[in-house]
């Protein structure tokens, strides 16, 4: 069919009387579908059972003598830190291993600046004027409600297709109230894209007027491929320590989409600087972590290319899922001129852009239907999307014929709702 800003009005309403009646056959089916979260299914879950029988009652000893059953090592065991150091592109001794959530550390580095200030700043942050952090949007949920939560001023920033729009992030930073800025560099959540080489340069190079400004690296899909093709994403570490900034950048990732999700590991790289800031508050807050998952991680993931051919194992259960996604969007909305979508390269999202002004009718039309989806405007900071269009869709933890079911009858609801808000207008 042509887009539909060239139909007529009487074309327009038989349009919608069709539409229509696919939607009370879609809502006859009785359906159940969540696709609110980006969780691993439980397929991918079992991937790693074999895990949870290491490192066995006999064999609880550290390669440098430490009884994981124990207090203490508050850094992490140094073959865990060995084994994740080239995922997170720092030296084993500039990366701490912690429990299962990196939101858990990101939330920690923000508390500890509030109360304490971080390396090169004048003291904390809750004593300066309100600060400011940097959205790229459309951007993570859980960032946002950090921010909101501690009071932190967010400004959204658009992202471009190879990270946000530096110039401005470069005009915002001249505030010295920006202390910071969120960043998912590899597989973004949820557009799907991947910093380019200039985007790092400038990120790590660029003047902040607040000395103690950060980074906080969110590389949470560093190894979450779905195609052969591999992004070069520059090593940020590298990047502001080539630029005179070596504290500037704080680098987290987990293993929650690696292994098990709620029993995985957390982890953060920086500079030595910033590393022995973290630990001097962490170790407050903490004896230590819990090294037998440590060794547990060791043992079953061994190296690079174990982590690399578990990883492949993850793609081979979600790959078909995201295929079904574009083959459904394809079907029902090419050519219409009201959607366009995201065809990602790894992590666990697909943004779609419906008709401005009815991201919110999409998602009330497919609840009807029983099929959650994230609110909209999820995608930006306080849950206000100013054009009321995007839409993040997790397509990981429904089995294949519930993606299929589901894509499909958010197809229908998407050019349902941009039919009928053209007829109304």
Same mark, same amino acid.
Request: a negative charge.
């Given at each position: 069919m042509p887009p539909l800003s060239d139909l007529s009005q009487d074309a327009l309403e038989g349009l919608r009387a069709r539409l229509r009646e696919d939607y009370a056959a879609l809502k006859g089916r009785g359906l159940k579908l969540d696709m609110t979260r980006g969780k691993p299914s439980? /397929?991918?879950?079992?991937?790693? &059972?074999? +895990?949870?029988?290491? *490192?066995?009652?006999?064999?609880?000893?550290? &390669?440098?003598?430490?009884?994981?059953?124990?207090?203490?090592?508050?850094?992490? #065991?140094?073959?865990?830190?060995? #084994?994740?150091?080239?995922?997170?592109?720092?030296?084993?001794?500039q990366v701490v291993i912690a429990n299962n959530s990196s939101l858990a550390l990101m939330h920690d580095v923000l508390v500890y600046a509030l109360l304490k200030g971080v390396p090169g700043g004048k003291g904390p942050w809750s004593k /300066?004027?309100?600060?400011?952090?940097? $959205? *790229? =949007?459309?951007?993570?949920?859980?960032?946002?409600?950090? $921010?909101?939560?501690?009071?932190?001023? +967010?400004?959204? =920033? &658009? +992202? +471009?297709?190879?990270?946000p729009d530096m110039d401005a992030v470069e005009a915002a930073v001249a505030d010295p109230a920006v202390k910071g800025i969120w960043c998912v560099p590899q597989y973004s959540n949820p557009s799907g894209e991947t910093y380019s080489a200039e985007t790092v340069r400038r990120l790590a190079a660029m003047k902040t007027a607040a000395p103690d400004?950060? #980074?906080?690296?969110?590389?949470?899909? =560093?190894?979450?491929?779905?195609?052969?093709?591999?992004?070069?994403?520059?090593?940020? #570490?590298?990047? $502001?320590?080539?630029?005179?900034? *070596?504290?500037r950048a704080i680098v987290f990732a987990s293993t929650s989409k690696v292994t098990i999700a709620g029993a995985g590991l957390a982890m953060l790289a920086s500079s030595p600087g910033n590393v022995r800031w973290y630990l001097a508050q962490a170790g407050r807050r903490s004896i230590g972590p819990d090294k037998l998952n440590q060794l547990r991680h060791v043992r079953f993931l061994r190296d690079a290319a174990g982590i690399a051919a578990h990883m492949e194992r993850h793609r081979a259960l979600i790959g078909p899922k995201f295929e079904a996604v574009e083959a459904a969007f394809s079907a029902r909305l090419d050519g219409h001129g009201v959607a366009r979508w995201s065809r990602p390269l790894g992590g666990y999202f697909v943004t779609l852009d419906v008709a401005e002004g009815t991201a919110g009718q999409v998602v009330a039309l497919a609840k009807e239907a029983g099929i959650a989806l994230t609110p909209a405007g999820a995608t930006h900071p306080y849950g206000r999307d100013p054009h009321d269009r995007t839409l993040r869709i997790a397509p990981t933890f429904p089995t294949l014929d519930d993606v299929r079911a589901a894509a499909e009858g958010v197809a229908l609801c998407t050019l349902l709702a941009a039919c009928e808000a053209r007829l109304a207008g």
């Open positions: 439980p /397929e991918q879950l079992d991937l790693a &059972e074999a +895990m949870l029988a290491l *490192p066995g009652n006999r064999d609880t000893t550290a &390669e440098d003598g430490t009884d994981a059953r124990n207090y203490g090592n508050l850094q992490g #065991l140094p073959e865990t830190r060995a #084994l994740f150091a080239p995922v997170l592109g720092a030296p084993a001794d /300066e004027e309100p600060i400011a952090f940097l $959205c *790229p =949007v459309p951007g993570y949920d859980r960032h946002f409600t950090l $921010c909101e939560g501690f009071g932190i001023r +967010m400004i959204p =920033v &658009e +992202m +471009m297709g190879e990270g400004f950060r #980074l906080l690296w969110d590389n949470a899909y =560093v190894v979450h491929h779905l195609t052969d093709t591999r992004p070069a994403l520059p090593n940020i #570490l590298d990047a $502001c320590t080539d630029a005179g900034n *070596p504290d």
